[in-house]
């Protein structure tokens, strides 16, 4: 329905796949806790996460924030530099966006694409939205781009002129195109595709229906995702153990055996080319004053524990239709 943003109309309720996938939906708020932690004591600048996230009493360990830091700037540079080759002519669909900021920290940049698309679990969008509405900071932007007098909103869906926030279960393809198409999805332009701890959520079949749906949607694309890799060794069992403590099973971590599984799963779901690093390589390249910065931010007691950590976690890319897409 039709809704202003201001005075948008909500509804919440809650499915049987809602319940079994609570474990999952608990990585996001854990993720966006972390962020939101490394944000505060400087390790990048994000005014809009603290409007969605709550700020927690308990001090993330050093290796944990700077493993974030990694990640947030391996994500960003692929993102930035595909926005930069389409020169701004294309559309992003964040999958798993959760309390994701990108959005709005790429207005600020003047490097927003055509259309900027988020897709998470229904009650997952129902929160983000209830916070959009709320905080001025967060909605301004959306109304100052918007072209029409009322925005299309209920409790699981937003869609305006450049951004959309959609709730669906990425597992189900059909339904998760209907939705994008709905709200203005071109299977015509450039499309960058971004997966941060998403895919492993699912079982194997499901993830590769999930990439082989974007392969053969979209003439040109690039897929980023980031996730676990090297998971056969103890600290890799160990990571898994800690989750299903917390009642989150890895379904797809048969496939982060290996930098090369991760490419060959992409690969082999319609993708032409891919790339994968550790992140421990990744952190290896940046910039020496970021580095020196951010490491000046807290004291590292153990750096072979951020190391160990660094090497169980990679940022992998899939192109088609345009290899250059991901140089």
């Not at 937003?158 to 994008?180: F, M, N, P, Q, W």
């Not at 015509?188 to 974007?214: D, G, R």
């Not at 990571?239 to 797809?252: F, K, P, S, V």
């Not at 080319?273 to 000046?296: F, G, H, N, Q, W």
């Amino acid at each position: 329905m039709a809704a202003s943003l201001r005075r948008p109309s909500f509804t919440a309720c809650a499915s049987p796949t809602d319940t079994d996938d609570e474990g999952v939906r608990g990585t996001c708020e854990d993720a966006s806790i972390c962020k939101r932690f490394a944000v505060s004591i400087g390790y990048w600048q994000d005014p809009y996460i603290q409007h969605l996230v709550r700020l927690s009493k308990e001090r993330k360990a050093p290796e944990i924030n700077r493993g974030y830091f990694a990640r947030v700037h391996g994500v960003s540079q692929l993102t930035k530099a595909f926005l930069r080759k389409t020169e701004c002519n294309c559309q992003i669909l964040n999958l798993g966006a959760g309390m994701d900021t990108t959005f709005w920290i790429l207005k600020d940049e003047d490097l927003l694409p055509r259309k900027y698309f988020e897709i998470d679990f229904p009650m997952i969008v129902t929160r983000k939205l209830h916070s959009i509405k709320l905080k001025p900071l967060l909605s301004k932007p959306i109304l100052d781009l918007h072209s029409e007098d009322t925005l299309q909103m209920d409790g699981h869906m937003l869609d305006s002129t450049r951004y959309a926030v959609i709730g669906a279960d990425l597992r189900d393809t059909a339904d998760l195109e209907e939705k994008l198409k709905k709200c203005n999805m071109s299977t015509q332009l450039p499309t960058l595709l971004i997966a941060e701890c998403v895919l492993v959520y699912m079982t194997p079949e499901q993830s590769a229906n999930l990439l082989k749906w974007a392969a053969n949607s979209f003439e040109t694309a690039m897929f980023i995702n980031y996730e676990q890799v090297n998971m056969d060794d103890r600290f890799g069992q160990i990571m898994i153990e800690n989750l299903r403590r917390r009642q989150c099973d890895l379904a797809g971590v048969e496939t982060c055996k290996s930098l090369e599984s991760q490419r060959e799963r992409l690969l082999s779901s319609g993708w032409e080319s891919a790339t994968a690093i550790d992140m421990m390589e990744l952190y290896s390249k940046l910039p020496r004053a970021e580095v020196i910065r951010i490491e000046s931010l807290e004291f590292l007691d153990e750096m072979e524990l951020l190391e160990q950590l660094m090497q169980h976690y990679c940022l992998c890319w899939a192109t088609k239709g345009g290899s250059e897409l991901g140089r």
